[in-house]
């Protein structure tokens, strides 16, 4: 008989989300009349910006004409996006950026898991605790740890504490690391690092010949404007950086799927032999064998964020996001709740109150107040004790959820 891959044995609960889903399904068949407001997983609601149906409708009547019918893209993403991306995204932030160093793709979740293909089964990696569950997750998956102890540690993963007590700022590992997951403005924490954060991080990487995996997925979200939206913002980054981005929450694809990855081809690893190898070499190897691209009318409405309408368009959705965002984080904090984020991230990380429990906090507001958020402890065993709003969702809802949770917790 097959035997399975048994690292996913390893693995202690279900997919956070997934797992979140089951328990508010579960209390919405039994409780058919509540009215539910989801402010739990970060999935958007706004619809997609006219700017980017239109070229998305563009783009399948072209697949509907034989003299504009596209087959199978270029696995790295049409030259048409990459440059537009550089252009748009990147030169205005100082960063410059060869076509043959960004990769168009289905979205950064799947990047940020897919990327381990290219790196040694041997590479020690360093994870923020509380994290975005892919980066553990995937390294479970592939073998890169042993078994979970009772607090949810896998055994060979170095794990990065982000607590109250250091402003939800990872220290520095204090054991030799050669891969670095970070995240910026963080999910879940909604933190933002400054340059000189990050520079702090890029030199580290150097002096340890470590690769950081730069997560921006929020970068959109950024209202301060001394944060840095990318790591290649930082001189050296190049040389120790793959930066993931994705169109999900900037431009409303969660459902739609395009992301991007930047390999710099400075940036290399070593061969077990010592011989020095580039990853951008390496990852377009991988993505031309296992990927056949994203499909033509989606890199279209991609192209579309970046036109002036398009920058515009999806400007206004993102402020009103991060007005729920203010409204969330001010109201709670109003009401002697102490929170976090939400001012260069959509997310809100706040204190339980009453030190509950953050499984113990989800039941509470789902029955009591029916409103979903995410329990920071599925995000690590230091997010215990907090708990993630989403700013994704209506005013209506937002200024709804925010009543009922007050008339719980308010002042207390
Ligand atoms: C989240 O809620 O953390 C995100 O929606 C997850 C994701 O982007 O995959």
Redesign the pocket.
């Known amino acids: 008989m097959a035997r399975v891959n048994e690292n996913y044995l390893k693995l202690k609960a279900g997919y ?2 997934p797992e979140i889903g089951r328990r508010v399904k579960a209390f919405a068949d039994a409780n058919p009349d509540a009215k539910l407001i989801r402010l ?4 958007v609601t706004e619809p997609l910006v006219p700017a980017v149906t239109r070229a998305f409708h563009s783009g399948i009547d072209a697949l509907g004409k034989a003299e504009t019918f596209h087959g199978y893209g270029p696995e790295q993403g049409y030259e048409w996006l990459i440059n537009t991306i550089i252009e748009k995204a990147y030169n205005p932030l100082g960063v410059e950026l060869k076509t043959k160093e960004v990769f168009v793709s289905d ?3 799947c990047d940020s898991a897919n990327i381990l293909d290219i790196f040694d089964l041997s590479n020690k990696v360093a994870i923020c605790d509380p994290v ?3 980066y553990n997750d995937t390294n479970v998956m592939v073998g890169r740890s042993g078994e979970a102890d009772e607090q949810g540690y896998y055994e060979g993963i170095v794990y990065m504490p982000c607590t109250l007590e250091n402003d939800f700022t990872p220290a520095l590992p204090t054991e030799k690391v050669d891969i670095i997951y970070l995240c910026y403005p963080n ?2 924490t909604g933190i933002a690092a400054t340059k000189e954060q990050l520079k702090v991080w890029v030199d580290f990487a150097i002096a340890n010949e470590a690769v950081i995996l730069f997560d921006a ?1 929020y970068e959109a979200f950024i209202s301060e404007p001394d944060i840095p939206h990318s790591i290649y913002e930082i001189e050296g980054a190049k040389q120790c950086a793959i930066e993931f981005r ?1 169109f ?2 900037t431009a409303g694809f ?1 459902g739609v799927r395009c992301g991007l990855t930047v390999v710099p081809e400075d940036l290399m690893a070593k061969t077990a032999s010592g011989e020095n190898i580039s990853l951008n070499t390496l990852w377009n190897r991988r993505q031309s064998t296992k990927f056949n691209g994203v499909s033509y009318p989606v890199q279209k409405a991609a192209a579309a964020v970046y036109s002036d309408y398009g920058l515009e368009q999806v400007k206004k959705v993102v402020a009103y996001y991060m007005e729920n965002a203010r409204l969330i984080r001010e109201g709670l904090q109003g009401a002697g709740i102490t929170c976090f984020g939400g001012v260069n991230a959509p ?1 809100i990380w706040l204190k339980t109150p009453g030190n509950l429990g953050s499984w113990e906090f989800f039941d509470k507001l789902l029955q009591e107040c029916h409103v979903v958020g ?1 329990p920071g402890s599925g ?1 690590g065993p230091s997010g215990e004790g907090y708990f ?1 709003l ?1 700013a994704f969702g209506s005013r209506e809802n937002v200024e709804e959820a925010i009543k009922r949770f007050l008339s719980k917790w308010g002042n207390k």
């Open positions: 956070l989300f739990g997983i970060g999935d979205g950064s979740k975005y569950p892919v999910n879940p997925a994705s999900s929450k969660t997310y995410t995000f993630r989403s």
